[in-house]
């Protein structure tokens, strides 16, 4: 199972940004698709998830400009997020509550390889 994700790179402040992340590989089912964030020298945090019944949650910091959809039928969630501030800056990392196939497996964790955002002018 892999997560590939694409977009970041250096925003302006007040610009808006999308990432995109696919899960691909050997999977049985999805629960939660999303994006969590690594400011400097701080911990990981949510920025925003969505269940398999579409239901979606965001971060405090994020709420009321960022979107996520998701796409089941090809395993692509799309994260959008306007009026990007410096404090956005981070390293952004897909996760996915997913189980994979094979006789006994359980739902478990899996990041995608991270993406930086830097909001600078």
């Known amino acids: 199972v892999q997560l590939q994700a694409s977009g970041g790179g250096l925003v302006q402040p007040g610009g808006s940004l999308r990432l995109s992340c696919e899960a691909s590989?050997?999977?049985?089912?999805?629960?939660?698709m999303g994006w969590y964030r690594q400011p400097p020298g701080k911990e990981r945090e949510l920025v925003a998830t969505i269940d398999s019944a579409g239901v979606v949650y965001y971060g405090d910091s994020v709420k009321g400009r960022t979107t996520i959809s998701r796409d089941r039928a090809e395993n692509i969630v799309d994260l959008r997020m306007n009026s990007l501030k410096s404090e956005d800056t981070a390293v952004y990392y897909c996760?996915?509550?997913?189980?994979?196939?094979?006789?006994?497996?359980?739902?478990?964790?899996?990041w995608g390889q991270g993406t930086q955002v830097t909001v600078s002018s």
């Open positions: 996760h996915s509550n997913l189980r994979p196939n094979g006789r006994g497996t359980q739902l478990r964790d899996y």
């Open positions: 590989g050997s999977i049985f089912s999805i629960n939660t």
